[in-house]
């Protein structure tokens, strides 16, 4: 039986991830193939004629689940009724500049954006920042949306996860359907720290197929320098992988996520592991009902406590410059 249909808003459309998550938004790739789609795709005047490019493209697909493509400027306009939003625009890290000015200019893009959920979008919108910094951004796009639960918001790390679960299962020469249980903790940076303690392969525990110094100066490093690594290869930064990510994330969001596996998400924290409360840390999640849920019960090493308490005191810091310069 055909569902009701769902209303998708995508910032940074006319962008290169924008351009690779319409297609498969629109094929039914998060809410199913019972679930018709609008899109409503926002952008900044300079991004518009990529966007309405975009849009013209979906038209000539002829998704069968697809039931309009709308392309604005105006976020009250495209935030408008969304059931979801997928916020990628972002305003990149140029030559000179410094962490704090970085902040500060994707404050003035995820506040104002913020508040226009909080406005404008549906009662159940479920938020995926994607744009960098990521959690930071998140944590001010929550805190400017008066009335939308703070758990509506979410920033991904699922490409980080993915990354994992495939450089482990390459690693093994394994599918990478056999591996479960990674965990990307922290921030979306390069103090995250990925996870394999409770990882297993195909039922069987991955610290015992890999050995010890592989996982330090290996695996964690060349996990967290990913998107470095694929910048020299390809020549530029992850697009196809990020968007595949940015589906995952959601459609795992809406859909639950199977059995007892679990995915990595960054979300406001509620204290667990010792993570302040109110920062947007990644963690091991599972989706309920529609609630991402932080898996508890995870006994940390030392290795383990120490690379958190890293990646979290970075994010303290974010968050600390954030409010100094009255963006929070
Ligand atoms: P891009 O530069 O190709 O596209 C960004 C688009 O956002 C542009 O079309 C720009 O006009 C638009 N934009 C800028 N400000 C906007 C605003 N206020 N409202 C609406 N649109 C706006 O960049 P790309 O490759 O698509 O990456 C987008 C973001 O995703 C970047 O911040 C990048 O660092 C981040 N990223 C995050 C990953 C993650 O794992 N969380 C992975 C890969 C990229």
Redesign the pocket.
């Known amino acids: 039986m055909s569902q009701p249909p769902r209303t998708i808003t995508v910032?940074?459309?006319?962008?290169?991830?924008?351009?690779a998550l319409l297609f498969r938004i629109a094929s039914g790739a998060i809410y199913g193939q019972d679930t018709p789609v609008s899109l409503r795709l926002?952008?900044?005047p300079?991004?518009l004629r990529?966007?309405e490019g975009a849009a013209l493209e979906l038209t000539d697909c002829a998704f069968p689940l697809l039931r309009s493509v709308e392309v604005s400027?105006d976020?009250d306009t495209a935030f408008a009724g969304a059931d979801a939003a997928l916020l990628?625009?972002?305003?990149?890290r140029s030559a000179g500049m410094e962490r704090g000015d970085l902040l500060e200019a994707n404050a003035a893009?995820f506040g104002p954006?913020g508040a226009a959920i909080a406005r404008s979008a549906g009662p159940d919108v479920r938020v995926v920042?994607?744009?960098?910094p990521?959690n930071t951004n998140a944590l001010i796009a929550a805190a400017h949306a008066d009335g939308v639960p703070p758990g509506r918001f979410s920033?991904?790390?699922?490409?980080?996860h993915n990354r994992a679960s495939g450089i482990l299962a390459a690693h093994l020469a394994v599918p990478v359907s056999d591996i479960d249980g990674v965990t990307i903790w922290g921030n979306?940076s390069a103090t995250q720290y990925p996870d394999i303690t409770r990882a297993t392969v195909g039922g069987a525990s991955a610290i015992d197929l890999v050995d010890a110094e592989w996982i330090r100066e290996r695996f964690i490093p060349r996990v967290a320098g990913r998107?470095a690594e694929i910048i020299s290869v390809r020549g530029?930064?992850?697009?196809g992988?990020?968007a595949s990510?940015?589906i995952d994330h959601l459609h795992d969001w809406v859909d639950g996520t199977p059995g007892t596996s679990w995915t990595s998400a960054a979300i406001v924290s509620d204290g667990s592991y010792g993570v302040p409360e109110g920062l947007v840390s990644s963690f091991p999640v599972r989706s309920v009902d529609g609630e991402w849920r932080i898996v508890d019960g995870i006994e940390l090493d030392e290795f383990s406590r120490a690379r958190i308490d890293a990646s979290v005191a970075e994010l303290i810091d974010e968050r600390e410059q954030t409010r100094s310069l009255g963006l929070l």
Request: proline content about 2%; glycine content about 18%; overall charge negative.
């Open positions: 910032t940074g459309a006319g962008g290169q991830i924008g351009y926002l952008e900044i300079a991004g990529s966007a400027d976020a990628v625009g972002a305003r990149p893009i954006q920042v994607v744009g960098n990521a920033a991904m790390t699922r490409l980080d979306h998107g530029s930064s992850s697009v992988s990020a990510a940015a």
